[in-house]
């Protein structure tokens, strides 16, 4: 059964007698709150008072030794969510001594992962912010293998998408209500707490309207990686050379329908010469859509969560994003900064609904589903006049909400219009060319030589060798940048150039220093180090 442990026999006597005589151990990495993972030996955890618990002895450590900073706001998030208020790690502090007066700990043998979820009923969320960071989490650290058990503390049930997280590992994920039947206290032999933000590319809007996170650090290869490992735990098979173009219209069957979607169906087959498919969450597996879409030219659906299924696209295909009236496609961009990862070889279109004839609202609807009728009557006139949703913070605001879950009847002919502006002629996965992008490194042996010609003019002749790394590499472009900096100067010349050496005559004074700064280029935007700077003397 699920809230079983593991097989692993422990000595229960050895095992109270190290935590007593040892305590808690605890070493993080990360400077902040906000980046910090921690790794435990012995951490508790009360099912009753539902906190963490450490236990000081002789042997315990702690770092970092945050004092009450610890409180500032927290040790660490325990979501993928940045700073989160509602998402906070701490854990009380006992004397190991205390334990003679509690009750008996049960030890959980497995190595634990313990995290937040953030929203698991939204798939988008359950990718961005749960997955594919406990994924990356889980290689971040080499104990947290496919023994290791996910135990999740936001304290929400299982939810509709249980069985993506039981795929990453080998043990049934916990959920916090379930620690209560292990015991009143637990104690994780060895555990790791907090998730890897290294993957998010999406900010929310909790602080400033939503956008793409500010430093994004994942690229496609790194988000194939990931689909590969799900797509094989879920037994769908990448067919390499699958005879038939297709187009997958992903629709919602609840809210912020496409009215017209069987007339859309039609016209997208007839205009791109291609059988087309639905899919919805409702009607197909998991595994299904993942395997029709994994193979699919094109991805056409409403803004929603459903779309970071394009996870799953094959390279070269096309996401086209519709957006119902009112809501600017710019200022909602998961799917598209998504789309546009670089490496994610995908081409992502928006469409947005311009005709107020073309959408059904529901003011009536409750107001998380986008009603206004508990809004003054003023307000809701001034929603229903607007003509576009003006940015604001997530999550609940009302005139954003009202837009979101319209409906829309889709103008096909602007539709297509704006699909083939990108896709000139068939849409669809491009041959399989590897566009993965290697960087130069340093130029080396960089030499300079001066000569003057009377008092007023004077030249620089610069000469280096190739980047080490060119020699086993096939670059279509190779060319220099050299920066020519007087010294003492702010400002420099700067210069592209096709070979390994130079004679700079131009504003080259007599009896002056300059620095010169070398790099190499690959490929126009492949920008090399540069090298340590060369000091020049005319
Ligand atoms: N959802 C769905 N069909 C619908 C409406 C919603 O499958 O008709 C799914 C949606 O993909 C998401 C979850 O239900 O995973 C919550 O949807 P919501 O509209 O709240 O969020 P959004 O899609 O706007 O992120």
């Given at each position: 059964?699920?809230?079983?442990?593991?097989?692993?026999?422990?000595?229960?006597?050895?095992?109270?007698?190290?935590?007593?005589?040892?305590?808690?151990?605890?070493?993080?990495?990360?400077?902040?709150?906000?980046?910090?993972?921690?790794?435990?030996?012995?951490?508790?955890?009360?099912?009753?008072?539902?906190?963490?618990?450490?236990?000081?002895?002789?042997?315990?450590?702690?770092?970092?030794?945050?004092?009450?900073?610890?409180?500032?706001?927290?040790?660490?998030?325990?979501?993928?969510?940045?700073?989160?208020?509602?998402?906070?790690?701490?854990?009380?502090?006992?004397?190991?001594?205390?334990?003679?007066?509690?009750?008996?700990?049960?030890?959980?043998?497995?190595?634990?992962?313990?995290?937040?979820?953030?929203?698991?009923?939204?798939?988008?969320?359950?990718?961005?912010?749960?997955?594919?960071?406990?994924?990356?989490?889980?290689?971040?650290?080499?104990?947290?293998?496919?023994?290791?058990?996910?135990?999740?503390?936001?304290?929400?049930?299982?939810?509709?998408?249980?069985?993506?997280?039981?795929?990453?590992?080998?043990?049934?994920?916990?959920?916090?209500?379930?620690?209560?039947?292990?015991?009143?206290?637990?104690?994780?032999?060895?555990?790791?707490?907090?998730?890897?933000?290294?993957?998010?590319?999406?900010?929310?809007?909790?602080?400033?309207?939503?956008?793409?996170?500010?430093?994004?650090?994942?690229?496609?290869?790194?988000?194939?990686?990931?689909?590969?490992?799900?797509?094989?735990?879920?037994?769908?098979?990448?067919?390499?050379?699958?005879?038939?173009?297709?187009?997958?219209?992903?629709?919602?069957?609840?809210?912020?329908?496409?009215?017209?979607?069987?007339?859309?169906?039609?016209?997208?087959?007839?205009?791109?010469?291609?059988?087309?498919?639905?899919?919805?969450?409702?009607?197909?597996?998991?595994?299904?859509?993942?395997?029709?879409?994994?193979?699919?030219?094109?991805?056409?659906?409403?803004?929603?969560?459903?779309?970071?299924?394009?996870?799953?696209?094959?390279?070269?295909?096309?996401?086209?994003e519709l957006f119902p009236y009112a809501i600017?496609?710019?200022?909602?961009?998961?799917?598209?900064?998504?789309?546009?990862?670089?490496g994610m070889d995908l081409q992502y279109i928006?469409?947005?609904?311009?005709?107020?004839?073309?959408?059904?609202?529901?003011?009536?609807?409750?107001?998380?589903?986008?009603?206004?009728?508990?809004?003054?009557?003023?307000?809701?006139?001034?929603?229903?006049k607007s003509t576009e949703v003006p940015r604001?913070?997530?999550?609940?605001?009302?005139?954003?909400?009202?837009?979101?879950?319209?409906?829309?009847?889709?103008?096909?002919?602007?539709?297509?219009?704006?699909?083939?502006?990108?896709?000139?002629?068939?849409?669809?996965?491009?041959?399989?060319?590897?566009?993965?992008?290697?960087?130069?490194?340093?130029?080396?042996?960089?030499?300079?030589?001066?000569?003057?010609?009377?008092?007023?003019?004077?030249?620089?002749?610069?000469?280096?060798?190739?980047?080490?790394?060119?020699?086993?590499?096939?670059?279509?472009?190779?060319?220099?940048?050299?920066?020519?900096?007087?010294?003492?100067?702010?400002?420099?010349?700067?210069?592209?150039?096709?070979?390994?050496?130079?004679?700079?005559?131009?504003?080259?004074?007599?009896?002056?220093?300059?620095?010169?700064?070398?790099?190499?280029?690959?490929?126009?935007?492949?920008?090399?180090?540069?090298?340590?700077?060369?000091?020049?003397?005319?």
């Open positions: 059964q699920s809230q079983e442990l593991s097989q692993v026999q422990i000595d229960y006597h050895a095992a109270l007698q190290t935590l007593l005589e040892d305590g808690t151990r605890m070493v993080c990495t990360g400077r902040m709150h906000t980046d910090r993972i921690c790794r435990f030996e012995s951490l508790c955890y009360s099912t009753e008072a539902e906190e963490f618990i450490y236990f000081h002895s002789n042997s315990s450590v702690m770092l970092p030794n945050l004092g009450s900073r610890r409180f500032q706001p927290a040790l660490l998030d325990l979501s993928s969510v940045e700073d989160h208020n509602t998402q906070y790690f701490n854990f009380v502090e006992l004397p190991a001594a205390a334990l003679k007066f509690m009750p008996k700990p049960v030890f959980v043998p497995d190595v634990a992962l313990i995290a937040n979820r953030f929203n698991p009923d939204n798939l988008m969320h359950v990718f961005h912010d749960d997955l594919l960071p406990i994924y990356y989490t889980m290689q971040q650290f080499t104990d947290l293998d496919p023994e290791a058990r996910l135990f999740f503390m936001e304290g929400w049930s299982e939810g509709v998408h249980f069985d993506l997280y039981k795929l990453l590992s080998n043990k049934q994920p916990l959920l916090r209500e379930q620690l209560k039947t292990l015991g009143r206290l637990l104690c994780f032999t060895k555990s790791y707490v907090g998730l890897s933000k290294i993957t998010t590319w999406y900010q929310y809007g909790f602080v400033q309207p939503q956008g793409p996170k500010a430093n994004i650090l994942v690229s496609g290869n790194e988000i194939r990686q990931f689909t590969k490992f799900m797509m094989q735990k879920l037994n769908v098979s990448l067919e390499e050379s699958s005879s038939e173009e297709y187009i997958v219209v992903f629709s919602r069957t609840i809210n912020r329908l496409i009215l017209n979607e069987a007339e859309l169906i039609l016209a997208l087959a007839q205009e791109f010469q291609m059988k087309t498919i639905t899919v919805s969450l409702e009607e197909h597996s998991f595994s299904d859509i993942v395997r029709l879409i994994s193979n699919a030219s094109m991805l056409v659906s409403m803004h929603g969560a459903q779309l970071v299924m394009s996870l799953f696209l094959p390279r070269g295909a096309t996401v086209v600017n496609p710019e200022h909602y961009t998961p799917y598209k900064t998504l789309a546009t990862l670089p928006a469409w947005q609904n311009t005709a107020r004839e073309d959408t059904v609202t529901y003011p009536d609807r409750p107001w998380d589903q986008g009603g206004i009728a508990h809004l003054d009557k003023a307000e809701q006139e001034r929603i229903i604001h913070l997530c999550c609940r605001n009302p005139e954003w909400l009202f837009r979101a879950y319209q409906d829309t009847k889709v103008d096909i002919p602007s539709l297509i219009h704006v699909i083939r502006q990108t896709v000139k002629s068939k849409p669809g996965p491009k041959k399989q060319k590897w566009s993965g992008s290697l960087y130069p490194g340093k130029v080396r042996d960089a030499k300079c030589q001066a000569s003057v010609q009377g008092t007023s003019e004077a030249k620089l002749s610069v000469s280096w060798q190739i980047p080490w790394n060119l020699k086993y590499l096939k670059v279509r472009e190779v060319k220099y940048e050299v920066w020519i900096q007087e010294q003492g100067e702010n400002t420099y010349m700067p210069y592209i150039l096709s070979h390994q050496n130079h004679t700079f005559s131009e504003n080259i004074k007599p009896f002056t220093i300059y620095l010169v700064w070398i790099r190499c280029i690959f490929n126009k935007n492949l920008l090399g180090p540069f090298a340590d700077v060369l000091l020049c003397s005319t």
